[in-house]
């Protein structure tokens, strides 16, 4: 059973940086192709699509939105996936949550139905 658990800090100015923190463990679900995902959502709005990364090799993606904001790095030593959100605006509000899932191909879906485990999310609120 893979269980992902999300940290960070919560409150910052509009105009700095955040990195959040994704620890996965559930013994050999990272032996497979697979890939961790942070998505994030907003108040009355649905969940969405941030920024990604494949397990085995590397490979990162992110959303339009995000661009040139973030980044996506892991720590295989510590089975930890690294979320930098930087010029953070107080649109960046929400709950940041990470998901995990086995992959067959890259790039996969990133629709959130498509991931199968999700840590129960961290909150960030930008404002001054």
Not at 12 to 41: E, H, K, N, Y
């Amino acid at each position: 059973q893979v269980q992902l658990v999300e940290s960070g800090v919560g409150l910052v100015q509009p105009g700095t940086s955040l990195i959040l923190s994704c620890v996965a463990s559930g013994g050999t679900f990272f032996s497979i192709d697979s890939m961790v995902g942070w998505f994030r959502q907003a108040p009355g709005k649905e969940r969405e699509f941030v920024a990604a990364l494949r397990w085995n090799g590397g490979s990162t993606v992110d959303n339009e939105f995000v661009k040139g904001r973030v980044i996506i790095t892991g720590d295989n030593a510590k089975d930890t996936v690294y979320l930098q959100i930087i010029s953070l605006k107080p649109e960046d509000t929400a709950g940041y949550y990470c998901a995990a899932r086995a992959i067959s191909r890259w790039p996969p879906s990133f629709d959130v139905a498509a991931f199968g485990y999700w840590g129960r999310g961290t909150q960030v609120t930008v404002s001054s």
